[in-house]
């Protein structure tokens, strides 16, 4: 059994251990990032490279090949932190990535860096081998909402298909090169109508979010927004 010192009483949004390294820790959340080394006792000691009284909220967080770490966060910005000679992380670079805030970062296995926009219902493809100069972006429609999370369907395949989940609880599933398909439906606020056809086994959904769709035993039929 190993003990991490608690971290702080702001919102935790991830942790995750380092790729290379077994006794590096990163938590992420509001106005934190924190690289954990685990000691021979078992002890974690922490190294906060992100210190009060920032309150910008760390969404994201992902890995290059050579285990550089790449954050995201609610302002906008993607930052990409090297390790110096001594050991210690400093800032390699940062750039504004999306409008109002990343929520999501998928790095894929050539080195393409996915980014997702959670105001801005984008999604953007960086390229990491030359200083994330932009490669493309698409933006979804309104009806389906922000991205929430972006995962490729076969991880370390170059095939470019990805899913990604909504903000208006709805699964998407396309690529940057071609357009996104709604795969799975659901109302994004409270349902409000429920009517069953009497004959069939069909039954219609009304909800806040202003969608009506038309369901055939669990299968979506169509759905369409109320203006």
């Known amino acids: 059994m190993y003990i991490i010192r608690a971290t702080l009483q702001e919102e935790l949004t991830g942790a995750v251990f380092h790729p290379l390294d077994d006794n590096l820790m990163i938590t992420h959340g509001k106005g934190h990032l924190t690289f954990w080394n685990r000691r021979k006792d078992g002890f974690f000691e922490r190294t906060d490279i992100i210190k009060p009284p920032s309150r910008t909220l760390i969404t994201s967080l992902q890995f290059e090949q050579d285990g550089d770490v790449i954050t995201a966060d609610s302002d906008g ?76 369907q076969r991880p370390g395949r170059n095939d470019g298909n990805i899913y990604v989940g909504t903000t208006k609880n709805n699964i998407l599933e396309g690529s940057l090169q071609r357009r996104f398909n709604q795969v799975v439906f659901g109302h994004g606020r409270q349902l409000w109508g429920l009517a069953v056809h009497p004959d069939d086994e069909v039954f219609a959904t009304a909800g806040h979010d202003k969608n009506i769709a038309l369901w055939r035993k669990n299968k979506l039929i169509w759905v369409t927004q109320d203006q």
């Open 77 to 152: 910005f993607i930052t990409v932190y090297s390790v110096d000679a001594d050991g210690a992380y400093f800032v390699r670079m940062e750039y504004e990535a999306h409008n109002k805030g990343v929520s999501s970062l998928i790095m894929l296995s050539e080195g393409t860096l996915l980014s997702g926009g959670e105001k801005d219902r984008r999604i953007a493809a960086w390229d990491s081998l030359q200083n994330y100069k932009k490669i493309t972006d698409t933006k979804l429609p309104e009806a389906f909402g922000g991205v929430r999370s972006i995962y490729p």
